[in-house]
């Protein structure tokens, strides 16, 4: 059945006070009807608006819907006639119109304290994310502590398939990065290394950088930008879809289905990716050695024993766990903060992948610091 077309009649009424226009509004003002007319009635409504002195009556409408409301509250200038009669129902669609369309104050700027003005916000917003991150290891930390004392509660298959996700289908772009790290840095190191006569030391070289420094980081940086952006956009995912909602109303707590498992599965899988990165980056540097200055891969086997002493694989190993607990995190923090709509959803992956890969370098430069002395001498 069709749609009734919207119309309008305008009339004059003699009284005291000298004649007095109305227009009385009928049919349906919905975006089907609207467009159904076949010249368009904007510039006709924009032409009865513009008299002040016109009394409007909506209450002949028989359907108003958002479209047909914006039509006449642009045409008004964004405000309510004076003279208006409405019904009720109609009139609660108007009066949201008028609470959304509040003007956005503008920023008179702050001149000269402008630097400081935007230091201000961004130290509040990095105290904000700090104060959140918090509190999701604290409640991190609980969920733990609950679960330890109730073995029965372990998310086992959530574990397993997330150290899947995170660690097995990991293992080929890690394998690549690595070898060709190993690679590059093999002929850099080389060229140097030959010009003092001391080729054999490419061995100690790329033994004490990969395992202590590059496998970890590389590895970090990798798993960051594949893994934790895939856990920030399916927790954002959920909360577009309103599936956080229906686990909060069933009583199924966020933390222990969706934080704990990640954070556990990374922590798992973090270290044996830094180790097989380290292992692919040291074959990419024992090849170019040998073709490059000759250095025989039996030598190159040989040495690496006594070139790397064994805390630097201890080392390498906890900055795993570490990197893979702090990725997890953030990626799951900013999930979680994560609003209801697609334009949030990307901007919260962006940052959640530069967020994690500057935390883990700075982590990095942290432990560079703490463990300068550990495994550099035997």
């Given at each position: 059945m069709a749609a009734v077309e919207p119309r309008w009649t305008v009339s004059s009424a003699a009284g005291a006070a000298g004649a007095a226009r109305a227009v009385s509004?009928?049919?349906?003002?919905?975006?089907?009807?609207?467009?159904?007319?076949?010249?368009?009635?904007?510039?006709?409504?924009?032409?009865?608006?513009?008299?002040?002195?016109?009394?409007w009556d909506l209450r002949g409408i028989d359907r108003l819907d958002d479209a047909g409301a914006v039509l006449l509250w642009r045409a008004w200038g964004r405000k309510l006639p004076a003279r208006i009669?409405?019904?009720?129902?109609?009139?609660?669609?108007?009066?949201?119109?008028?609470?959304?369309?509040?003007?956005?104050?503008?920023?008179?700027?702050?001149?000269?304290?402008?630097?400081?003005?935007?230091?201000?916000?961004?130290?509040?917003?990095?105290?904000?994310?700090?104060?959140?991150?918090?509190?999701?290891?604290?409640?991190?930390?609980?969920?733990?502590?609950?679960?330890?004392?109730?073995?029965?509660?372990?998310?086992?298959?959530?574990?397993?398939?997330n150290v899947y996700r995170t660690g097995s289908q990991a293992l080929g772009v890690t394998a690549l990065v690595g070898f060709l790290i190993g690679v590059v840095l093999s002929y850099l190191s080389g060229q140097q290394l030959r010009t003092f006569g001391a080729d054999i030391y490419i061995v100690d070289l790329l033994g004490i950088a990969v395992i202590r420094e590059l496998g970890p980081v590389l590895a970090a940086i990798l798993v960051a930008g594949r893994s934790g952006s895939a856990m920030t956009a399916q927790i954002?995912?959920?909360?577009?879809?309103?599936?956080?909602?229906?686990?909060?109303?069933?009583?199924?707590?966020?933390?222990?289905?969706?934080?704990?498992?990640?954070?556990?599965?990374l922590a798992i899988a973090m270290p044996l990716l830094c180790l097989w990165t380290s292992a692919l980056a040291l074959v990419g540097g024992m090849?170019?050695?040998?073709?490059?200055?000759?250095?025989?891969?039996?030598?190159?086997?040989?040495?690496?024993r006594t070139a790397?002493?064994?805390?630097?694989?201890?080392?390498?190993?906890?900055?795993?766990?570490?990197?893979?607990?702090?990725?997890?995190?953030?990626?799951?923090?900013?999930?979680?903060?994560?609003?209801?709509?697609?334009?949030?959803?990307?901007?919260?992956?962006?940052?959640s992948v530069v967020s994690a890969i500057t935390v883990v370098i700075i982590a990095d430069a942290l432990f560079a610091v703490l463990f300068s002395d550990v495994g550099l001498v035997e």
């Open positions: 509004l009928a049919g349906t003002w919905s975006l089907e009807a609207i467009t159904r007319v076949p010249d368009g009635i904007d510039a006709d409504v924009a032409r009865l608006a513009g008299d002040p002195a016109l009394a009669e409405v019904r009720p129902e109609h009139e609660t669609v108007f009066r949201h119109l008028a609470a959304s369309d509040q003007p956005v104050p503008a920023d008179g700027g702050a001149g000269m304290l402008a630097p400081l003005v935007g230091l201000g916000r961004w130290l509040d917003s990095m105290a904000d994310h700090a104060v959140a991150l918090l509190r999701l290891l604290g409640q991190l930390a609980i969920d733990g502590v609950d679960i330890a004392l109730h073995p029965a509660r372990i998310p086992l298959k959530e574990i397993s398939a954002g995912v959920m909360r577009v879809t309103q599936e956080l909602d229906a686990m909060t109303v069933m009583g199924i707590p966020h933390g222990r289905r969706l934080v704990l498992p990640k954070v556990v599965a090849v170019a050695a040998e073709v490059q200055m000759g250095l025989s891969h039996v030598y190159f086997i040989e040495s690496l790397v002493p064994i805390a630097n694989y201890w080392l390498g190993l906890g900055k795993g766990v570490v990197f893979g607990v702090l990725i997890a995190l953030i990626a799951c923090h900013y999930g979680l903060r994560i609003r209801p709509n697609t334009e949030s959803l990307g901007r919260g992956v962006t940052a």
